[in-house]
């Protein structure tokens, strides 16, 4: 989209050459004649979303012609390169008017080809600052997720269940090896966050973490983004590119939803690991690797190795040691920590203090437990991270669950039988999960398998939670 600039000036003729000048040189220009006017287009277009590249402000203009009065608004722009113009032929007024805010200054007459000049300069010069600004913003972004991550004695994995204890515990003993980790279970328990810990545990942890996901880069490109190409490999390949297992070298590549990766890719990515050494597409220079793999999926991989559509071999070469992760419905007292942790988290990033950080009512909080999470943690930090964009005050109601699932919480039969209750909320999710257990157990004669499929867990999940709390 072409540059959109802003042209104020009190001379009619000069606006109309300007305007065609710029128009010429593939710009979108729009006139204004006084210097309130220019204020409230400019405000008017930011307010739109429509915000202006660009301005171009003469300094003697209507109703004062007083270039101070001018020189005084120029904070206005906020941050709008402005490109000042003069009749007034006047050193000292330049250097004023560019210690007031001004990006340049020209005078009057204009060089029409000069102008063009000093604007695709102030253009390509912003545009550089901003993306510098972005990348600033990213940097202390990640800097403050890090060193939250780091101040963690957990590894980045919230919650006290034995399912998560013993995975922080694996965790620990296994980062300091070589040996390759597998990660199995379902989307959104958190395996690249296993897979991130046990990086920078490891004496690797100064060197790469790449992470790849197989399932969302097309089967006919995995190859060149694995091992990269040089240039006249294929159509397209104009220079040589390094591949994401040269960018891994020394460090850990982690290679996410590896069971959707194409069988005729797996046979390459075996010959990898067996013999640490590849060959770029288009190169006949073999090239070493050291890299420590660890990779994750949420399918069932025996049985895709029994079907035909995973390789045995290249399974029994990456498993090594096997981190199985549990969905968030069969470790229901981790819930309540996690939210807690993304509303903190969420207060952090915004920059909240005490008077005006977001809390969640107590009912909020039962209804995040009774709620059934099929996307596990990632889908109940997207749904915290929406109710919490939309709240008005600084406190998540019902009414935001309500506004953003399209249902009523409040009819939640859960909810209702403990409304009234005074204990802690941990013991009312103890007391609730027993009660829930010993109706489903009643209801299906003590049939453990019918009873986990009407609680919407595993069996082995329900035997746990059976032994955890003595109902046998």
């Given amino acids: 989209m072409s540059a959109r600039i802003l042209l104020v000036d009190d001379e009619v003729a000069f606006c109309e050459l300007c305007s065609l000048w710029l128009q010429q040189a593939g710009y979108q220009v ?112 990640t800097q403050l997720e890090q060193s939250q991550l780091n101040a963690l004695p957990n590894f980045g994995l919230i919650g006290n269940s034995p399912a998560i204890q013993n995975t922080r515990e694996l965790i620990q003993r296994i980062s300091a090896t070589q040996v390759p980790v597998f990660i199995q279970g379902p989307s959104g328990t958190g395996k690249e966050i296993i897979a991130n810990a046990i990086h920078q545990g490891s004496d690797r942890s100064d060197k790469p973490f790449i992470s790849v996901h197989c399932g969302a880069i097309p089967a006919d490109l995995l190859e060149s983004e694995l091992f990269g190409y040089k240039k006249g490999a294929f159509t397209g390949a104009e220079k040589d590119r390094k591949g994401l297992l040269a960018t891994a070298d020394g460090g850990t590549l982690f290679l996410d939803e590896i069971g959707e990766m194409p069988l005729a890719m797996q046979v390459k990515l075996l010959r990898v690991l067996q013999e640490g050494n590849y060959y770029p597409l288009g190169s006949r220079e073999l090239e070493s690797i050291d890299i420590r793999l660890i990779s994750a999926t949420n399918r069932d991989v025996p049985a895709a190795v ?58 909020v909080c039962k209804w995040f437990f009774y709620t059934p999470w099929p996307g596990n943690v990632r889908e109940l930090k997207n749904t915290l991270e929406s109710a919490a964009a939309i709240c008005l005050k600084n406190e998540i109601t019902l009414q935001e669950i309500q506004l953003i699932r399209g249902e009523s919480p409040a009819s939640n039969q859960l909810l209702s039988e403990t409304e009234t209750s005074n204990l802690p909320l941990e013991e009312q999710v103890k007391a609730l999960e027993i009660k829930l257990i010993k109706n489903a157990l009643s209801h299906h004669q003590d049939n453990k398998t019918h009873s986990a499929q009407a609680l919407g867990i595993t069996r082995q999940g329900l035997i746990n939670k059976i032994k955890r709390y003595q109902l046998d």
């Avoid at 399974?315 to 069969?330: P, V």
Wanted: net charge negative.
């Fill in 30 to 141: 729009e006139t204004c004649f006084t210097l309130t006017d220019g204020l409230e287009t400019f405000q008017q277009a930011q307010n739109k979303q429509q915000a202006f590249d660009l301005i171009i402000h003469d300094l003697a203009l209507p109703p004062t012609l007083r270039p101070e009065d001018t020189l005084a608004q120029l904070n206005h722009y906020q941050g709008v390169p402005v490109l000042v113009l003069t009749g007034h032929d006047d050193r000292a007024l330049a250097v004023k008017a560019i210690e007031m805010g001004a990006w340049d200054f020209i005078s009057k007459p204009v060089d029409p080809e000069l102008l063009k000049i000093i604007i695709a300069r102030a253009l390509d010069k912003h545009s550089l600052l901003k993306q510098v600004s972005s990348l600033e913003h990213q940097l202390v972004q």
């Fill in 306 to 363: 029994r079907s035909g559509n995973f390789r045995e071999d290249l399974y029994y070469r990456i498993k090594g040691l096997t981190i199985s992760t549990t969905c968030l419905d069969e470790r229901k007292e981790d819930i309540t920590p996690l939210v807690n942790y993304f509303i903190e988290l969420y207060n952090t990033k915004h920059k909240k203090n005490q008077t005006t950080e977001l809390t969640i009512h107590k009912d």
